[in-house]
């Protein structure tokens, strides 16, 4: 089976780590990480070399302050990409404001063979697999 991948935006660098090791080393992983930041400054030039980015998980710290300009941007940079927002569990009502602009939230305690299986489902209605 074909791997999808993956962008991280998170400034909390424990978090895009955690998500790199486990694409990297669980062997039922659907996913790879072959983009990750603490903002999408930080990316520049690097995605439209890398080729399609199929999903994007992003750290709902980054979106709280002005959620509808955040994702007006964040669509300029990856367009139709569904994106995975990760919340923990104390921040899950503030993040219901993003509902809109998202494919799915992301809990920071997901069981990774959750995650998987999320993964693959997505994957299949947009018809990466």
Same mark, same amino acid.
């Given at each position: 089976m074909e791997k999808v991948n993956i962008?991280?935006?998170s400034n909390v660098r424990k978090l895009r780590c955690a998500y790199?090791?486990?694409f990297d080393q669980d062997a039922q992983s659907p996913a790879r990480i072959v983009l990750e930041g603490p903002s999408i400054e930080t990316f520049g030039g690097k995605i439209d070399s890398l080729g399609k980015i199929d999903f994007l998980f992003l750290d709902y710290r980054l979106v709280? !302050? !002005?959620t509808a300009?955040?994702?007006s941007l964040l669509n300029d940079y990856f367009p139709r990409t569904p994106i995975f927002l990760i919340v923990d569990?104390? +921040?899950f009502k503030?993040?219901?404001r993003c509902t809109n602009y998202i494919k799915a939230f992301l809990s920071t305690d997901l069981h990774p063979a959750q995650l998987f299986s999320s993964i693959r489902e997505t994957a299949k209605c +947009?018809?990466?697999f």
């Open positions: 962008a991280i935006i790199r090791i486990l709280l !302050n !002005n300009l955040f994702f569990k104390q +921040h503030e993040a219901q +947009h018809s990466y």
